[in-house]
C-alpha cells in the first residue's frame, strides 16, 4: 500500500504567516492527491484536488503544488479560521486510498 | 445542496454485527462512486471502502476486508455499510463521503457529519 508522510506533524503559526505543509509519497501517485481541512467535531472539507486544483468556494490563499512524491500545500497569508488539521490523500491506488497522518496547525 | 447523512453507529459488543446507512440527496447518486471513511477518537482519517456507481468495482482495506461489506441502492440514493465481527479497534465515526467521479477514481469533495461505532462489551 502507498505510505503518505506529512510534515511537520504539528505546527504553530501566526495571522498573516506564510505557512507550507508537506506531503511524501512512498511511490510515484502523478497528481493524484487531494488535500482536506478539518476542524475540531467537523467532517473534512476538500480544498486541493489533483495535486494543484482549487476546489470551488476555497479561498485562493490555499494553494497546492508537486508530482510523482512529493507534494506541498501552501496558505500564503493565515487566518483565524484557517486554524485546524491538514490532511493529505491520494487516489492514485484504483480503491485501496491512504491519508496522511495529519498537520496540526495551531495559533502561536 | 448535496447532504449526506449517515445513521445506524451505536454501541456494540464485541464479535456482534452494525449495519451503517447513508441517505444521499442533491446530486445525481447513481452517477458517483460513494466511500466510507473513518475516525477513531483523538485520530487520523482511514479510508474503509468504496463503491463505483454501478457497484462493479468495490474495495476494502486491508483491516476490514473479509468483516466489512459495502454495497448501495441507486433507486433509494442510499449507501450502506455492513459491519460484521466487530472489534475494539473499529471504535470510531465513520463518515460517508461521496467521490467526485464515478469510477472511484478521485477525491472526495462532500462528507456527512458521521456515525459514531463503539465497541465495547
Known amino acids: 500500500a502507498i505510505q503518505l508522510t506529512q510534515s511537520p506533524s504539528s505546527l504553530s503559526a501566526s495571522v498573516g504567516d506564510r505557512v507550507t505543509i508537506t506531503c511524501r509519497a512512498s511511490?510515484?501517485?502523478?497528481?493524484?492527491l487531494a488535500w482536506y481541512q478539518q476542524k475540531p467535531g467537523k467532517a473534512p472539507k476538500l480544498l486541493i484536488y489533483?495535486?494543484?486544483s482549487l476546489e470551488s468556494g476555497v479561498p485562493s490563499r490555499f494553494s497546492g503544488s508537486g508530482s510523482g512524491t512529493d507534494f506541498t500545500l501552501t496558505i500564503s497569508s493565515l487566518q483565524p479560521e484557517d486554524f485546524a488539521t491538514y490532511y493529505c490523500q491520494q487516489f492514485n491506488s484504483y480503491l485501496s486510498y491512504t491519508f496522511g497522518q495529519g498537520t496540526k496547525l495551531e495559533i502561536k | 445542496e448535496v447532504q449526506l447523512v449517515e445513521s445506524g453507529g451505536g454501541l456494540v459488543q464485541p464479535g456482534r454485527s452494525l449495519r451503517l446507512s447513508c441517505a444521499a440527496s442533491?446530486?445525481?447518486?447513481?452517477?458517483?462512486?460513494m466511500h466510507w471513511v473513518r475516525q477513531a477518537p483523538g485520530k487520523g482519517l482511514e479510508w474503509v471502502s468504496g463503491i463505483s456507481w454501478n457497484s462493479g468495482s468495490i474495495g476494502y482495506a486491508d483491516s476490514v476486508k473479509g468483516r466489512f461489506t459495502i454495497s448501495r441502492d441507486n433507486a433509494k440514493n442510499s449507501l450502506y455499510l455492513q459491519m460484521n465481527s466487530l472489534r475494539a479497534e473499529d471504535t470510531a465515526l465513520y463518515y460517508c463521503?461521496?467521490?467526485?467521479?464515478?469510477?472511484?477514481?478521485?477525491?472526495?469533495?462532500?462528507w456527512g457529519q458521521g456515525t459514531l461505532v463503539t465497541v465495547s462489551s
Open positions: 489533483d495535486a494543484s
Open positions: 442533491g446530486f445525481t447518486f447513481d452517477d458517483y462512486a
Open positions: 463521503a461521496k467521490d467526485s467521479t464515478g469510477a472511484a477514481a478521485g477525491s472526495f469533495d462532500y
Open positions: 511511490q510515484g501517485i502523478s497528481s493524484a
